[in-house]
Every structure is written in structure tokens, then in C-alpha cells.
């Protein structure tokens, strides 16, 4: 099992800047790829960014390429999403996930919800205008 721990949300002003933190527990070796979410009010989760562990393989929503980074310590098993420029639309819950060794095959889809098999509990992050 693997357990998943995000942090850094809060509230902002737009064109702010927050930095998201996922910290990973458990076991971290079966852990292959990971992704932030996110999901406001009323809508469905999305897709924003996701990572290969230990490489610089990244994917990256269309409404938040150029603003967004996602990036990884591997010795602190932790997973960051630096969030710059921020608007009132990038409001939501965000959420971290991690698709291990063993998940049930799918199609590859880094940024669809259903390709990973573990998930945190979420960080509210706001942004005002």
C-alpha cells in the first residue's frame, strides 16, 4: 500500500504563487508515476500534471502549461506542483496521485483519473481576483 499526503494549499490573490507538496509513505519503490488533480465545485476531476519518477517525462493540462511545474525529490518521496500566475479559475481541490507497479492495465492516460491506483485526500486551494 502506498499513502499519500498533500500540503501547501491556501489562499491567494490572482497572479500569486502557491507550491503544492505530496508526501509519499508505504511502498514508495512499487510507485511509477504521479499526478496532481484537481476539482472544483460542480465539476469533474481534471487532470493538471503528471511526472514518470525519476525522469523529466511530464505531461501538463493545456489550462495551466506554462504556469504550472511539477517536480519530484525522490529522496524525500516527495512530489511538488509549483503553481505560479495563479487565477480564480485554478480553484479547486487538488488532489495527488500515484499509479504503482501491478495496477490494472489501462490505456496510457497521465492525465486521466482512472490510470492511477491511489490517491490522497486533497488541499484547497483558492484564488481570488
Known amino acids: 500500500q502506498v499513502q499519500l499526503v498533500e500540503s501547501g494549499g491556501g489562499s491567494v490573490q490572482a497572479g500569486g504563487s502557491l507550491r503544492l507538496s505530496c508526501t509519499t509513505s508505504?511502498?514508495?519503490?512499487?510507485?511509477?508515476?504521479m499526478g496532481w488533480f484537481r476539482q472544483a465545485p460542480g465539476k469533474e476531476r481534471e487532470g493538471v500534471a503528471s511526472v514518470y519518477l525519476g525522469s523529466t517525462n511530464t505531461y501538463y493540462a493545456d489550462s495551466v502549461k506554462g504556469r504550472f511545474t511539477i517536480s519530484q525529490d525522490n529522496a524525500r518521496n516527495t512530489l511538488y506542483l509549483q503553481m505560479d500566475s495563479l487565477k480564480p479559475e485554478d480553484t479547486a481541490v487538488y488532489y495527488c496521485?500515484?499509479?504503482?507497479?501491478?495496477?490494472?492495465?489501462?490505456?496510457?492516460?497521465?492525465?486521466?483519473?482512472?490510470?492511477?491506483?491511489?490517491w490522497g485526500q486533497g488541499t484547497q486551494v483558492t484564488v481570488s481576483s
Open positions: 496521485a500515484a499509479r504503482t507497479r501491478g495496477a490494472t492495465v489501462v490505456a496510457f492516460a497521465p492525465l486521466s483519473q482512472e490510470y492511477y491506483n491511489h
Open positions: 508505504g511502498d514508495t519503490y512499487l510507485v511509477n508515476r
